[in-house]
């Protein structure tokens, strides 16, 4: 356990009174309830349950059995709240299974890219490619290199970028509202972004070792380039090119990034052992609270694609 980690669980007793104190324990009614509640959601999933428990308010959850075994998750915002949905997909069938968290409705929806004929092996890579607000069902294939995209708006469209050995990391990184389409590659340690705006291909080197987790964390609306390794966030500004470290979290902790507080910018957070906890880049401090069983997967809050 690092120091620290040990110092941002003394500010999460500090601050505590401002945050929402939640649901202990995913699966019992154990709550302690304290102040006002944010409106975030915050989302859960267990693999071996099949069930995702969403947080609401700080003295309930939902919990939804969705999808089945061999799923792999895919949660985005897929109807356009903000608010994250929780998501599956079947890679056997190509199906994509969604709950709306607008309505709480839940969809399965067949989409099977045309030339992917193993599409055992495709990766989920939903995003808001087409700009309107709502996450676009979208699957990459390592073997061809092919996005094929369902846009949310009407149409489909496929396109190619990356091969095996890479990692998708589509995200915004020109500020267009659109999200791009993009590979990390480790071989190279280049990041390689198709921009929206112009059509252009543009080739970054940006060693990263770790989880990668691109999002917008200076607030010019362009997502940054940023991994995260045991606590310690690199992050590389889309303003200045400048990579700046920070050490938030610690060698358990599972980033979990996203705009908690609603300003615009990403903020870094991270759940660690059923706890999560948020550094808010408004300046009004940071955020804890606990949510989450031993065998959750945290899944996250707020889109990190916006339209607006
Ligand atoms: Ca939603
Ligand atoms: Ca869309
Ligand atoms: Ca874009
Ligand atoms: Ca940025």
Known sequence: ???????????????????????AASGSA??????????????????VK???????????????RLGEKGDVI??????????????AMNPAKGSWTIRYSRSGT????????????????????????DGDGRTDIAV????????????????????????????????????????????YSPARKTWTVINSRSGNTESTIFAAIGKLVPADYTGDGKADLAVFDKGTWSIRSSETGETEENIFGSEGSVPVPGDHDGDGIADLAVYTDGR?????????GINGFEF????DIPVGLVQVFSAS
């Open 140 to 183: 990459w294939h390592a073997g061809s290199g092919e996005w094929h995209i369902a846009a949310s708006s009407g149409g489909a469209r496929v396109a190619r970028l990356g091969g095996i050995g890479d990692v998708p990391v589509p995200a915004d990184y020109d500020g267009d509202g659109q999200a791009d389409l993009a590979v």
């Open 292 to 295: 989450g069983n031993e065998g």
């Open 106 to 129: 839940i969809e399965t929806i067949a989409f099977v890219a045309a030339e992917s004929k193993q599409q055992m092996s495709n990766t989920p890579v939903p995003a808001d490619y």
């Open 1 to 23: 356990m690092s120091t620290t980690f040990a110092k941002l669980t003394s500010a999460f007793v500090k601050i505590a009174f401002f945050a929402m104190l939640a649901v």
């Open 74 to 87: 895919a949660p985005a915002d897929y109807d356009g709240d903000g608010i994250v949905d929780m998501a």
């Open 50 to 64: 099949g069930v995702w428990y969403e947080q609401s308010d700080a003295c309930s959850f939902t919990a939804v």
């Open 30 to 47: 154990e709550a302690v309830c304290t102040v006002e509640v944010k409106e975030t959601a915050y989302l859960m999933y267990n693999p």
């Open 276 to 284: 999560w906890v948020v550094e808010l880049s408004s300046g009004i």
